[in-house]
């Protein structure tokens, strides 16, 4: 089993800037693909962005792109999102997620864990 983690989300004004933390435990050798997800209320969970096992490829959504990197740290098992120029839109909460496989960075879906989330609330 795998415990996933996530800290940092906060109250941030728009323009503003936050860092997400997962921490991974238990059977991290495991882990493949790993990714941040969103839920905003109403709305359905969207991938915000993933990246692959050495973190040399990732993958974002549009909306984000040029605003959030995606990073992690084998070593310390842990996944990162920094997040600058936040936007009311990217009230949500945020989500890590773990693969025991290799997935598609733009399509894949099957995960097979996921952390509690944390709140990011962006004020306009």
């Known amino acids: 089993q795998v415990q996933l983690v996530e800290s940092g989300g906060g109250l941030v004004q728009a323009g503003g800037s936050l860092r997400l933390s997962c921490a991974a435990s238990g059977r991290t050798y495991s882990l493949y693909t790993m990714g941040w997800f969103r839920q905003a209320p109403g709305k359905e969970r969207e991938s915000v962005a993933t990246?692959?096992?050495?973190?040399?490829?990732?993958f974002y959504q549009d909306s984000v792109k040029d605003r959030f990197t995606i990073s992690r740290d084998n070593a310390k098992n842990m996944l990162y999102l920094q997040m600058h120029r936040l936007k009311p839109d990217d009230t949500a909460i945020y989500y890590c997620?773990?693969?025991?496989?290799?997935?598609?960075?733009?399509?894949?879906?099957?995960?097979?864990?996921w952390g509690q989330g944390t709140q990011v609330t962006v004020s306009s």
């Open positions: 990246i692959s096992y050495g973190g040399h490829d990732t």
């Open positions: 997620a773990a693969a025991t496989r290799v997935l598609d960075l733009a399509t894949g879906s099957k995960y097979d864990y």
